[in-house]
């Protein structure tokens, strides 16, 4: 009868705590670049080079084994993982195609949108001003940024204007004395 292995509770992959008690795939989609399709293709990758289900809990995998799914995780190329899941093909600066997960995507996809405001391109002015760079409608939406502008009685603003001019004035008075 196999012993009952002591299932880890957090598994640290890629510089990211992973739940122990999640499948392999599941656990896989907490790191940032990989999504369904992704985690699961690469857990079948583990499956086929450990012997170890896909589906099984992450904490109950050897320790051993952590280096060989985080290098799965970090070099899909080498594993025959098809290219147009990659979420970087064909790389502006490269022209590689690569898969890129955690704070490389971050850097990545900031210098992509620096580069665009660089250049002026559309996308670029976008994110210069804060608006939707999808092609959304603005007539309502997105109005966050500046302050509530309520509606103002003429009193109200005359009464806001006066003592701001006086102040002005009297400021300048002082200056010529």
């Known amino acids: 009868m196999q012993e009952q292995k002591e299932l880890r509770l957090i598994v640290r992959i890629m ?20 999504g369904h399709r992704m985690s699961r ?5 583990f499956e086929k080079n450990c012997k170890i289900p896909y589906d099984q809990a992450l904490g109950s995998i050897p320790e051993e084994m952590d280096e060989k799914l985080e290098e799965i995780v970090s ?13 970087r ?6 022209g590689k195609n690569m898969h890129q997960v955690m704070v490389d995507l971050d850097f990545s996809i900031r ?7 660089k250049i002026k391109a559309y996308k670029g002015v976008r994110h210069m001003y804060g608006l939707p760079v999808r092609g959304q409608r603005t007539r309502s939406s997105f109005r966050k940024r500046g302050a509530t502008v ?9 009464a806001a204007a006066g003592p701001a001019k006086a102040e ?10």
């Open 75 to 87: 070099n899909p190329e080498k594993f025959n993982i098809p290219s147009w899941l990659y979420n």
């Open 15 to 34: 510089n990211k705590d992973l739940d122990g008690n999640l499948p392999i795939y599941r656990a896989l989609m907490k790191i940032k670049g990989l």
């Open 168 to 177: 002005a004035k009297g400021e300048s008075k002082e200056k010529k004395k």
């Open 89 to 94: 093909r064909k790389d502006y600066e490269t």
């Open 111 to 117: 210098k992509d949108i620096e580069r665009m405001k």
């Open 150 to 158: 309520g509606v103002v009685k003429k009193e109200a603003k005359a």
């Open 41 to 45: 293709i690469m857990a079948y990758e």
